[in-house]
């Protein structure tokens, strides 16, 4: 089994920042991307960011937020800067994990953390 859990959501002024994280755990054998998406009421889920060797992200969060990650912690975090209401949604971390024993890489989930952008 494979869990993904995220922290550092929460309420934060518009123009203000957070650090999202996401951990990986459980019986691992490689992880290839790994990335960060949102939602927001009535929306549907949109990628933010992807890391593997690069760095991929969503035309609406360039060159405010970063993605990173640690593979000796099978972490990947989410520096989110100049926050704006718009930003408001519950963020879901996904990683592509190859289990311990498995030939194939499948995609999991995190259950989500809420960010709120408002003053």
């Known amino acids: 089994q494979v869990q993904l859990a995220e922290s550092g959501g929460g309420l934060v002024q518009p123009g203000g920042s957070l650090r999202l994280s996401c951990v990986a755990s459980?019986?691992?054998?490689?992880?290839?991307?790994m990335s960060w998406y949102r939602q927001a009421p009535g929306e549907e889920r949109d990628l933010v960011a992807t890391?593997?060797?690069?760095?991929n992200y969503g035309d609406s969060v360039k060159g405010r937020f970063t993605i990173s990650r640690d593979d000796a912690r099978n972490t990947v975090y989410l520096q989110m800067n100049s926050l704006k209401p718009e930003d408001t949604a519950v963020y879901y971390c996904?990683?592509?994990?190859?289990?311990?024993?498995?030939?194939?890489?499948?995609?999991?989930w995190g259950q989500g953390t809420q960010v709120t952008v408002s003053s």
């Open positions: 890391i593997t060797s690069r760095t």
């Open positions: 459980g019986s691992i054998s490689s992880i290839n991307a």
């Open positions: 996904s990683a592509v994990v190859k289990p311990m024993g498995s030939l194939h890489f499948y995609k999991y």
